[in-house]
Structure formats: structure tokens, C-alpha cells
């Protein structure tokens, strides 16, 4: 098993990662709740493969479980299944003193986060991510939301999990195109901090390869996070970085009203463009558009779009919420592994576009 430990003001907790740590779950939680009552929320798919395991391994270490399922999807982070959520939580009785835990990818985990984080003002939750965007990403930093009709993520806030427990191999039901889709977000973490990552995830051979070496990339992913978080909690400067790619990936899924790409072929995308534009200006060492290009390629991920130009994205950029004042902040590389901030006039945007 190993370990991270997250200290940020007023709370710590720990992330575990393990294979096969989901058949001993029961035993897990009695280091960190010492109540009977659990709530899950999980989605329709996960329940369908993982829900008898969960039950009985919770109900043999004896505790008594409610359960709310929502459809897997974007369209359920919506305040239409959040007020579902709460009635379950009502009918279940859940109090401040019993533990939800949200066992998913993002979608269970943000909206179930936010549930969480609402009801009764906040009851602790446990994150069980089983995607590989949710094991790598979403599942750390407390970040949770669900998206309104105008937007997505317009609604959330800053909660943290009691803790957090990853079973990598529940990773080997995740379909090809979710597992390749996370693989984006992994490849960011390479390509802004972490070079040897990026090439280790440019190295392996085939899915097999990179499953079988999943746990240590996870936790090489979280730690980077961690770090992040832990100085920057509440994403008022460095904890953008971990956008690298996004501002011009949100604009492509938004752009086509996220039914092409998903979150993760947008960042696939946003990176190689960026990265191409910042070569161009001499900021970024000349091949690593390249490299980004390559490992895409190998992950089966998109790197340009069709028929989109420069001011289509500048565009929807413009009233993008991380755009403040006059000004916003773009993630650059240097190099592979090596990123910066910078704030530019959104007048000079075109340049890095
Ligand atoms: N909070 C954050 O910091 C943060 C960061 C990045 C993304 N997100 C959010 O994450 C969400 C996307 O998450 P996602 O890509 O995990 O999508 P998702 O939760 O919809 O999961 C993708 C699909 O995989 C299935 N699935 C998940 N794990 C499985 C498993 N082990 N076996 C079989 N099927 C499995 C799900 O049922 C679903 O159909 C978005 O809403 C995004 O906004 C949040």
C-alpha cells in the first residue's frame, strides 16, 4: 500500500492507494469512522459490477449501508440528481455523525462531494475514485460541483474527503475510451512537473504495460497534486497550473456544446496547442510540441480539430470564469516537465493562441 499524506489548514487526511484494496474496504474504514451508518452514492455501471462486493464486504464488517444510484454521465451532476441525493440522504436518515461515501469517477465523486458538502451544512465523506481521471485527478483537492444549464462546475465548493481509497484495478472493467480519456490528465501531470513521468507513459508498450505499472504512476500523479493543494488550497495562484491545457480545452468542448470531445480530448488537444503556439514564440524548447503530439498519438488521443480557428476559442474564452479583469493566466511549458504562469492583456491573447 502507499501512503500520501495531505496537511492543509484545519484538516488532514490520507490518501491510499492499492491494488485490490477494495475487498477489505470494511476493515479500511474502521481506521478512520468509528459510526455504523454509510451512505454510497455511485453510478449505474459501477453498481452493476461492484455493488454486491461493496454491500456484503460492508455489511460483514457490520455496518448498515444505504445506497443512491444515479445514471452514469455528465447529465447527472445536475441540481435535478443533487436534490434526489438529498431526499435519499433523508430517507436514510444520515446524520452529521454517519459517513457518504462516493464510490466513482469525477461525476460520482464532484457530485457526490457536493451532496456531501451541503447536506446538514456537511457530513464526512470517504472518496472511493474508480476512473483513472478520478484516481489521478479529481478525487484529490477537494474540489466538488455540479454543472448548471449555463455552465459546467458553476456550483461547488471546496470540501475535503475524510479520506481517500484507490484500488487501481478496478481500473481493468474501465472501458478503453475512459481509461485513455484519464490518460490525458496523467500525461499533463508529465508534461507540466514531471519529465521522467512523461517519459516512463511514453514508454510502456500497451494498456497492459501501463496497467500493470498503474499504481505507482497514480501515486506519482496524487503526490503532484498534493504538493500543489497544500500551498495553494483554494486555487488563487499556483494550483492553476494544473490547467495546463484547459483554457483551450473547455473552449473546445464547450464550443461544441460537449457532445464531440470529451474533458479529457479537449485538454489532449489544448496541450499540443498551446505547446505548438509557445514553440512558436521561442518560450518553449523547440520538439516537445512534438513529443506531446507523439504520446498522444500512442494513447489514441485527438491533437487538433477541424475546422475551429484561433478566434472561435478566443471567443468563448473571453467569458470563461478563470479570465479575471482584463487579464488571464496561461500555462506554458518551458520544457517537458516544466511549467510557468503567465498573466497576459487579454488584448495579446492571439499571440499564444
Ligand atoms: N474535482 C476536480 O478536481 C475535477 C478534476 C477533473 C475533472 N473533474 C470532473 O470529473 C468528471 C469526469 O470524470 P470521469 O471521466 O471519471 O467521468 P465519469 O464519472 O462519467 O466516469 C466515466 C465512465 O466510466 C464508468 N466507470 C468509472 N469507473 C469505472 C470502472 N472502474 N469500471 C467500469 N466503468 C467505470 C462510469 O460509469 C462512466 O460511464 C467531470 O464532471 C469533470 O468536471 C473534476
Known amino acids: 500500500m502507499k501512503n500520501i499524506k495531505v496537511n492543509i489548514p484545519d484538516k488532514n487526511y490520507e490518501i491510499k492507494i492499492e491494488n485490490g484494496c477494495l475487498n477489505k474496504i470494511g476493515e479500511m474504514i474502521k481506521n478512520i469512522y468509528d459510526g455504523k451508518k454509510l451512505f454510497i452514492i455511485t ?26 444510484v444515479i445514471e452514469p454521465g455528465e447529465t447527472s451532476k445536475s441540481l435535478k440528481e443533487l436534490e434526489k441525493i438529498y431526499s435519499s440522504l433523508v430517507h436514510y436518515n444520515i446524520t452529521r455523525s454517519d459517513l457518504i461515501i462516493t464510490f466513482g ?17 456537511g457530513v464526512p465523506y470517504l472518496q472511493c475514485p474508480t476512473s483513472l481521471l478520478a484516481q489521478v485527478d479529481s478525487s484529490v483537492g477537494g474540489k466538488v460541483a455540479i454543472d448548471l444549464e449555463s455552465g459546467k462546475n458553476l456550483v461547488g465548493s471546496f ?12 481500473l481493468k472493467t474501465l472501458p478503453k475510451t475512459f481509461l485513455h480519456d484519464g490518460m490525458a490528465e496523467t500525461i499533463k501531470y508529465g508534461a507540466f512537473k514531471d519529465e521522467e513521468l512523461f517519459n516512463k507513459l511514453f514508454n510502456f508498450n500497451s494498456d497492459e ?15 503532484i497534486k498534493r504538493n500543489i493543494v497544500e500551498r495553494d488550497e483554494k486555487d488563487l495562484g499556483e494550483r492553476m497550473i494544473l490547467n495546463f491545457g484547459h483554457t483551450i480545452g ?51 488521443l485527438p491533437w487538433s480539430v477541424d475546422n475551429l480557428t484561433s478566434n472561435d476559442i478566443i471567443d468563448i474564452i473571453s467569458r470563461d470564469k478563470k479570465k479575471s479583469r482584463n487579464n488571464i493566466s496561461l500555462i506554458l511549458l518551458k520544457s517537458i516537465g516544466n511549467a510557468f504562469i503567465k498573466e497576459i492583456d487579454f488584448n495579446n491573447i492571439k499571440e499564444y493562441i
Not at 469517477?105 to 446538514?120: I, R
Not at 470540501?159 to 478496478?170: K, S, T
Not at 504495460?209 to 503526490?223: A, H, K, R, V
Request: aromatic share 12%; charged share 20%.
Open 43 to 68: 453510478d449505474r455501471n459501477l453498481q452493476r459490477i461492484y455493488g454486491e462486493l461493496l454491500n456484503n464486504n460492508l455489511k460483514s464488517s457490520g455496518y448498515e449501508v444505504g445506497m443512491h
Open 105 to 121: 469517477g469525477g461525476v460520482v465523486g464532484d457530485l457526490g462531494g457536493f451532496a456531501a458538502s451541503t447536506f446538514l451544512r
Open 159 to 170: 470540501y475535503h474527503p475524510v479520506a481517500v481509497f484507490i484500488d487501481p484495478e478496478l
Open 209 to 223: 504495460d501501463l496497467l500493470n505499472n498503474i499504481e505507482e504512476i497514480i501515486y506519482t500523479c496524487c503526490d
Open 250 to 300: 473547455h473552449g473546445i468542448e464547450q464550443y461544441f456544446n460537449y457532445t464531440k470531445y470529451t474533458h479529457g480530448e479537449g485538454v489532449a488537444i489544448g496541450m499540443y496547442w498551446i505547446t505548438s503556439k509557445s514553440e512558436q514564440l521561442g518560450i518553449t524548447e523547440k520538439g516537445s510540441a512534438n513529443k506531446i503530439k507523439e504520446i498522444l498519438i500512442k494513447y489514441e
